[in-house]
């Protein structure tokens, strides 16, 4: 790996962060905050948050089995995406590298922070060589994107080209975790010490049920999360997000029984699926959707919307023609989406 100066942009090396009040003053002893202009009133939305979140990183640290300080909490994985483009990429002159299909917002992150990006395709089972990968790479590339289990194709990523990467690769290999909770292969987060280059995304958005509240989360060593808290907005995690943040670990026993309620229910839709005239293949999927090639995707996906049945229409993402994705929903969301299906005639 290269050394975190060298891989980050000087401005940003070199850049000293705003310190807002409560940066200043972090005591728990003072009784009289006159120091952020704040309104006394209309407790306690008018005190401004905690912009180290601290309790949430420590209970969230616990749960992870990592360091609070080896943790990013940001306004959805979406400003983690963006962050390490900002901290990392020179627009115009570095680029990043990722597998293609996946996740949208890595591209929308690079063409508008003007970093270049750098596409390799998968194979036709949705698999990606390591070998490929890198060779894609060059010596201004900062960042590789994985994301296992892949969005849209939801299959995991093979843990041994991962690792090749990772081990390989002396830039940052930013490793999305955004659908783990629902696959049988464990996280990487238990080999963030052996691999100082890896940068693990996870998110409140799936698993815990909570898109609406916008918390994501990036694991790595201390000095790349410094390096992230640097440049971020300094409240970028509001109160009410910090504390239903807390509120949904406390409640995990919930999120346990809804991720096991899902991958209960995934196998039988997908066999369902199988069953339909308009379906050609089913993939395999580690997450909570499944991709499927229909006949006719475009057709498909305008009769579910008349029905007011709203799935996601892949057609002209690569390798993914005339494919929909599915997203697993509750049993009676299923059981609507199937019985429209067996009832379209092409
Ligand atoms: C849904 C999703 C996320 C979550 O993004 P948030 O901004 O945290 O809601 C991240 N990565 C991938 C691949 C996703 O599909």
């Not at 807002?20 to 728990?28: H, I, M, Q």
């Not at 483009?85 to 020179?90: K, S, T, V, Y």
């Not at 049988?184 to 010490?193: D, I, K």
């Not at 899902?262 to 005239?277: Q, S, T, V, W």
Request: aromatic share 10%; proline share 5%; net charge neutral.
């Amino acid at each position: 790996m290269k050394t975190l100066q060298e891989l980050t942009r000087p401005n940003i090396w070199n850049l000293k962060p705003y310190s807002s009040a409560r940066d200043e003053y972090k005591g728990l002893t003072a009784s009289v905050f006159l120091d952020a202009n704040e309104n006394p009133y209309n407790s306690p939305n008018n005190r401004y948050p905690d912009p180290s979140q601290h309790e949430l990183k420590v209970k969230l640290a616990g749960f992870k089995k990592v360091l609070p300080e080896q943790i990013f909490l940001g306004n959805g994985s979406d400003e983690a995406i963006d962050l390490v483009f900002r901290a990392f990429c020179e627009p115009g002159q570095d680029n990043v590298v990722a597998i293609d299909p996946t996740y949208g917002m890595y591209q929308v992150c690079a063409d508008v922070n003007n970093v270049e990006y750098r596409k390799v395709i998968l194979d036709e089972s949705f698999r990606f060589s390591a070998e490929k990968l890198l060779a894609a790479a060059d010596d201004r590339t900062k960042l590789i994107f994985l994301c296992s289990p892949n969005n849209p194709t939801g299959n995991e990523l093979p843990r041994d080209e991962v690792e090749k990467v990772i081990k390989r690769f002396d830039g940052l290999v930013i490793l999305d975790e955004a659908y783990n909770d629902f696959s049988s292969v464990p996280s990487m987060l238990a080999h963030l010490g052996k691999y100082p280059n890896l940068v693990v995304f996870q998110t409140f958005s799936k698993a815990w049920a909570s898109a609406a509240i916008r918390l994501g989360m990036a694991f790595t060593s201390p000095d790349i999360i410094a390096l992230l808290n640097k440049i971020k907005y300094p409240y970028n995690v509001n109160l009410l997000t910090q504390k239903e943040g807390l509120n949904v670990l406390n409640k995990y026993h919930m999120t346990e029984r809804w991720i096991k309620e899902l991958i209960d229910a995934r196998g039988p839709l997908m066999r369902d699926f199988e069953k339909l005239r308009c379906v050609e293949k089913v993939f395999p999927s580690d997450a909570n959707f499944f991709l499927v090639r229909v006949t006719d995707a475009v057709k498909i996906y305008n009769y579910l919307v008349s029905l007011g049945i709203i799935v996601r229409n892949r057609h002209t993402v690569a390798l993914c023609g005339n494919c929909l994705r599915i997203t697993v929903g509750a049993c009676e969301e299923n059981v609507r989406l199937i019985e429209a299906l067996n009832k379209y005639r092409t």
